[in-house]
Nanobody, 124 residues
Framework: QVQLVESGGGLVQAGGSLRLSCAAS????????MGWFRQAPGKEREFVAS????????YCADSVKGRFTISRDNAKNTVYLQMNSLKPEDTALYYC?????????????????WGQGTQVTVSS
């Protein structure tokens, strides 16, 4: 089992940057595929990015490709989401999640562990 705690959210102007962090408890962090999801008010939770257990493979949603980068540091039990060129439509509650299995999975269902989320608000 793993517990996840996100941080780094906040209010930023359009075009700005934020770096989200997700700290995981437990000694098996490196055995999990990690993902970031987001949910805006009135909308369904959507996939943002994922990263393989070793960090060598990543996958991003088309809506954030070229602007967001996912990375991880297994020595620190932490996964990151670097968000650049932020847009108002990126405003959402951002969650990190962990799962066993493929980093190519974009559905939220297979992710077994979730953090509480961190709010990102982008003003125009």
């Amino acid at each position: 089992q793993v517990q996840l705690v996100e941080s780094g959210g906040g209010l930023v102007q359009a075009g700005g940057s934020l770096r989200l962090s997700c700290a995981a408890s437990g000694r098996t962090f490196s055995s999990y595929t990690m993902g970031w999801f987001r949910q805006a008010p009135g909308k369904e939770r959507e996939f943002v990015a994922s990263i393989s257990r070793g960090g060598g493979n990543t996958y991003c949603a088309d809506s954030v490709k070229g602007r967001f980068t996912i990375s991880r540091d297994n020595a620190k039990n932490t996964v990151y989401l670097q968000m650049n060129s932020l847009k108002p439509e990126d405003t959402a509650l951002y969650y990190c999640a962990a799962r066993s299995g493929s980093w190519l999975e974009v559905s939220s269902g297979p992710y077994a562990y979730w953090g509480q989320g961190t709010q990102v608000t982008v003003s125009s």
